[in-house]
């Protein structure tokens, strides 16, 4: 079985550029976070969704940052402008129910010159 | 809020040692208790759970036992192996009922041949 996807693996851009990191969560699942981890900050919970709605937003740092996830095996976060201190790497999990258990995607290592 | 605060890493062993990784928690009642595991270039996977007081966890290898006298979730194994190379965290459930896992810092360990 396919676990969770991300793409791109990796994403170098320049600063003030648009970013969109991809997420498929696995198939069944119904919940679906983004992390950001940093040397510095560790593992933060950015955002997660539950039945393809956002329930809770409050990590996400900055209005720069949005997510969505117009259906139950697609999400989208999309940083417009980026900055340099948003370099990072992001994770998208996914959780059936009410599962404690969460499913790690490999993540996109994004570097922002 | 419920928390997990673990030791300060790297943990730097040769191969055949035995590892020792502390966590403690502060939790209202008694959550269920993880220790998840990231390998290099990969995201967090669960290694192993309890889900209530004196439980035992195990998997690959590794223990922890669930004790609530001293509010701890140490991880161990008796002979590691350069393959363990790897940050684990600790982790319990967001306070509130939330099935949201809150991560410690993780701890970083290098095993050597």
């Known amino acids: 079985d396919a676990g969770v996807i991300q793409s791109p693996r990796h994403e170098v851009t320049e600063m003030g550029q648009e970013v969109t990191l991809r997420c498929k969560p696995i198939?069944?699942?119904?919940?679906l976070f983004w992390y950001r981890q940093t040397m510095m900050r560790g593992l933060e919970l950015l955002i997660y969704?539950?039945?393809?709605?956002?329930?809770?937003d409050s990590g996400m740092p900055e209005d720069r940052f949005s997510a969505k996830m117009p259906n139950a095996s697609f999400s989208t976060l999309k940083i417009q402008p980026s900055e340099p201190r948003d370099s990072a790497v992001y994770f998208c999990?996914?959780?059936?129910?009410?599962?404690?258990?969460?499913?790690f995607g490999p993540g996109t290592r994004l570097t922002v010159l | 809020g419920d928390s997990v605060t673990q030791m300060e890493g790297p943990v730097t062993l040769s191969e055949e040692a035995f590892l020792t990784i502390n966590c403690t928690y502060t939790?209202?009642?008694?959550?269920?208790l993880f220790w998840y595991v990231q390998y290099p270039g990969e995201g967090l996977q669960l290694l192993l759970k309890?889900?209530?007081?004196?439980d035992k966890g195990s998997n690959k290898g590794f223990e922890a036992t669930y004790r609530k006298e001293t509010t701890s979730f140490h991880l161990e194994k008796g002979s590691v192996q350069v393959s363990d190379s790897a940050v684990y965290f600790c982790?319990?459930?967001?306070?509130?009922?939330?099935?949201?896992?809150?991560f410690g810092r993780g701890t970083s360990l290098i095993v050597h041949p």
């Open positions: 982790a319990l459930p967001t306070s509130g009922g939330s099935y949201i896992p809150t």
């Open positions: 969704f539950n039945n393809n709605v956002p329930i809770d």
């Open positions: 198939s069944g699942h119904n919940s």
């Open positions: 939790a209202t009642g008694y959550p269920s």
């Open positions: 999990a996914s959780t059936a129910g009410e599962a404690y258990e969460q499913f």
């Open positions: 309890a889900t209530k007081a004196d």
